[in-house]
């Protein structure tokens, strides 16, 4: 396995966060120690929690992307204490290369010399979360389209504020801490020498003004919990694990940044009768001795009404037929799967005299000795 973090998860470099942690949870199901028979499972399963760890990190992730596998590793290594001369330390001498600086060490440092700081970061307009939601459906749903109801909880701007945070009649006051710039700033000594670091000011919030008195509704955050109904459209052949992205429906962005999304992953339920294998789908029919030895047309259930099957004369029992087009239609609108039908042969349990008889004759007729135990016999080898 690579060391490169989206190497080890198997995604590309502008995978979304999504797209990260579905790799992982198939990753990590792979290589867990307790069900994986590799020897290296369990060196394995920590390098894709730490690769998870990293890349669903927007922070993390953007400082690795900017300084390479590499130098990640080992700034991570000297930030978190380690980094004496016998331990891998760059810069030589022992301690941390990037003490003393406000416990961000490498993040912050490399925040700064990259992206002009946090606090510029967190002023730029930010997506708003991605609510996640799930739901359960039947066969018949994910064989005929369906339209479901999702309720879902996320925050939301404060309808009594704005978002804004405060009553409009508030008295607004420079901020103490910061001048009103809405950023603190201070420098500090590196090892690439003395760098500038721009932080957000915690007062504020980055605004430069501080409230005389909060909203009532949002005690001064802008948002709120709210839950509310999505109608989400499951078009026909979906199928099980399958997600449903609604693009704005999620959590509203910061400074002007659009809404998150919402995801809606489908559970399709086990069927009764029919099992699924992509778009193909699968039965068991019974048919008598008579109808296997001569042949018959035997009427098969399919999600869409009763099906014709030609059974020919000497069928086996386990033989399987096709019925074309009967399976779950292509997501793409475009045809669909087949039914496969496995017929098994029912010997009766309970024979009448005439039945007996006409066996008895059967068996004669083949050259075979009639003995107690030959419907047995029969019944065993059909």
């Not at 930030?79 to 941390?96: D, I, K």
């Not at 996320?154 to 409009?168: K, N, S």
């Not at 090892?191 to 605004?207: K, N, S």
């Not at 802008?222 to 509310?228: L, M, N, P, Q, Y």
């Amino acid at each position: 396995m690579s060391e490169d973090f989206y190497d080890v998860l198997g995604v590309s470099r502008d995978a979304s966060k999504d797209e990260i942690k579905n790799a992982y949870r198939k990753k990590a199901a792979k290589y867990h120690p307790d069900v994986s028979d590799e020897d290296d499972a369990e060196e394995k399963f920590k390098k894709v929690q730490k690769a998870k760890e990293v890349l669903t990190d927007d922070e993390k992730r953007q400082m690795y992307d900017q300084v390479g596998h590499e130098r990640f590793k080992q700034a991570q290594k000297h930030g978190a204490g380690g980094g004496g001369r016998g331990q891998g330390n760059p810069f030589g001498g022992g301690g941390n290369p990037f003490g003393g600086m406000g416990g961000g060490g490498f993040e912050d440092l490399f925040n700064n010399l990259f992206n002009g700081g946090r606090g510029q970061q967190r002023n730029r307009p930010q997506q708003g979360r991605d609510v996640a939601q799930r739901i359960t459906i039947d066969l018949e749903d994910a064989y005929n389209g369906i339209e479901r109801d999702v309720t879902i909880r996320r925050r939301e701007v404060c309808p009594e504020c704005d978002g804004a945070g405060h009553p409009d009649d508030a008295d607004v006051n420079t901020c103490s801490e910061c001048g009103g710039s809405g950023q603190q700033t201070t420098v500090q000594q590196t090892p690439f020498g003395r760098v500038q670091q721009t932080t957000t000011c915690r007062a504020c919030g980055g605004e430069g003004e501080t409230y005389s008195e909060d909203c009532s509704e949002c005690r001064g955050s802008g948002r709120v919990r709210r839950t509310r109904d999505v109608t989400i459209t499951i078009p026909a052949g979906f199928r099980d694990g399958q997600r449903l992205r609604y693009r704005g429906e999620g959590e509203p962005g910061e400074n002007g940044g659009p809404n998150g999304d919402l995801f809606v992953e489908v559970t399709v339920r086990d069927h009764e009768e029919f099992d699924r294998e992509g778009d193909d789908l699968y039965y068991t029919h019974p048919i008598s001795f008579p109808q296997a030895v001569f042949g018959a047309t035997v009427e098969v259930p399919t999600l869409d009404g009763e099906e014709d099957l030609k059974v020919p004369a000497g069928t086996q029992s386990g033989s399987t037929f096709t019925i074309s087009g009967a399976g779950m239609p292509h997501l793409d609108g475009r045809g669909s799967g087949d039914l496969h039908v496995e017929v098994h042969v029912v010997t009766p349990e309970d024979l009448n005299k005439e039945q007996r008889e006409a066996l008895k004759t059967f068996a004669e007729a083949g050259g075979e000795e009639v003995k107690e135990g030959l419907f047995q016999k029969l019944k065993n080898s059909l």
